[in-house]
């Protein structure tokens, strides 16, 4: 599921950096390619939840974002996309992805 999530991440940046640097107009599109992934991941995080109350609260946040994503979408608002995207889904992908991975550890 890392992989997954990175894949996404890497996605989302590159769909908020053409916005909001180079005015890209196919947001919604690029968004909507990453449906399959996102359903993908999302059914993973949910065989993997419990019962218990975080769970609980992990899995109306994400149902939350999903929502967030169809309203995007019905409205054609790219507004709302790239804030469910880069405020919402990217919440969830933290969850897969080790922030720390990557940087040098010089303790010996």
């Known amino acids: 599921m890392e992989a997954l999530a990175r894949k996404l991440c890497d996605a989302i940046n590159r769909i908020c950096i053409e916005y909001y640097y180079f005015k890209a107009e196919n947001t919604m599109d690029k968004a909507l390619a990453l449906r399959?992934?996102?359903?993908?991941?999302?059914?993973?995080?949910f065989a993997v939840l419990g019962d218990d109350s975080e769970s609980e609260e992990l899995r109306a946040y994400t149902i939350g974002v999903l929502?967030?994503?169809?309203?995007?979408?019905?409205?054609?608002?790219?507004?709302?996309?790239?804030?469910?995207l880069d405020y919402g889904l990217r919440d969830i992908l933290m969850l897969y992805i080790d922030e720390e991975e990557g940087t040098e550890n010089n303790e010996q």
């Not at 399959?36 to 995080?45: M, N, R, T």
């Not at 994503?69 to 507004?79: M, T």
């Open 67 to 84: 929502n967030d994503y169809i309203e995007a979408v019905k409205q054609s608002d790219e507004v709302l996309m790239l804030d469910t």
């Open 36 to 45: 399959g992934d996102i359903e993908e991941l999302v059914k993973g995080l």
